[in-house]
């Protein structure tokens, strides 16, 4: 089981670096597909995420300027809609939690389809109250059902906030730090994480991560956009075979 935990390490993490997602949309199918149920694989997912999202920011940051501000604000909303998580998760059913991770990508496949990959304007500024409250309320629907949030914050930051897609996906990873430390602390407090299975696959990650964020830097802008449909339309289909 531990070679097989390292493998979906490896795998999430890939997808992290080059998607900027916390790797909940590719590690929740896995392990459901392995035997885990639903609020046991989004603890193993939250744990991963604390991993991937810290290493590959670290890396982004590096070479994106100003991906911090905007970040740190919608973090710190995500950091306090992910803690009340925690408490709303052990009371809804596993089969809720599965409906309602289809829907989000259902939104995501559509805001994206429409929106342009590239955009070379200005993004519009918003108040630091607008980025907290999107933070609050994603950071709570992504840790609910284990992903970083970047999956629904990133159609939102390309279609209403006018960021290049590129720069989405690294402040997306960036927002999944807050999001995933939130819920990992409330799902730990409740009793509900999974750390030796969460670690091995965060170890993985991490070398996954290297390598999707230097792929991610040598592709184009329209084939990334089609990676990153082709991924959502992917999971959506394991997602709804799972549930069906």
């Known amino acids: 089981m531990e070679l097989e935990l390292i493998a979906f390490g490896l795998i999430t993490g890939f997808a992290s670096g080059f998607f900027g997602i916390g790797g909940g949309s590719i590690l929740i199918p896995m392990l459901l597909l392995t035997g885990f149920v639903m609020k046991e694989a989004v603890a193993i997912s939250i744990m991963q995420m604390v991993f991937s999202s810290i290493y590959g920011s670290f890396l982004n940051a590096k ?17 306090l809609g992910g803690a009340t998580s925690g408490y709303f998760l052990p009371k809804v059913p596993d089969i809720y939690l599965q409906y309602i991770f289809i829907t989000a990508l259902c939104y995501t496949i559509y805001t994206l389809f429409n929106a342009p990959a590239s955009n ?18 994603v950071g709570i629907l992504a840790m609910s059902i284990g992903i970083g949030g970047s999956l629904v914050l990133l159609p939102i930051l390309v279609g209403f906030l006018k960021y ?17 430390i939130g819920g990992f602390i409330s799902t730990s407090i409740y009793g509900n994480m999974l750390y030796y299975e969460g670690a091995i696959i965060g170890i993985g ?3 996954g991560v290297y390598f999707g964020i230097k792929i991610k ?26 549930t069906i």
């Open 63 to 79: 070479k994106i300027k100003g991906l911090v501000r905007d970040g740190v604000i919608l973090g710190i909303g995500a950091s």
């Open 120 to 137: 070379s304007g200005e993004k519009e500024t918003k108040g630091i109250y607008v980025l907290l409250a999107i933070g609050f309320f």
């Open 164 to 180: 290049d897609l590129k720069i989405a996906t690294a402040l997306g990873l960036f927002f999944v730090i807050f999001s995933s």
């Open 205 to 207: 990650s991490l070398i």
């Open 217 to 242: 830097e040598k592709t184009k802008t329209t084939q990334y956009k089609n990676f990153v449909l082709l991924l959502n339309l992917l999971v959506l289909g394991i997602m709804i075979y799972k």
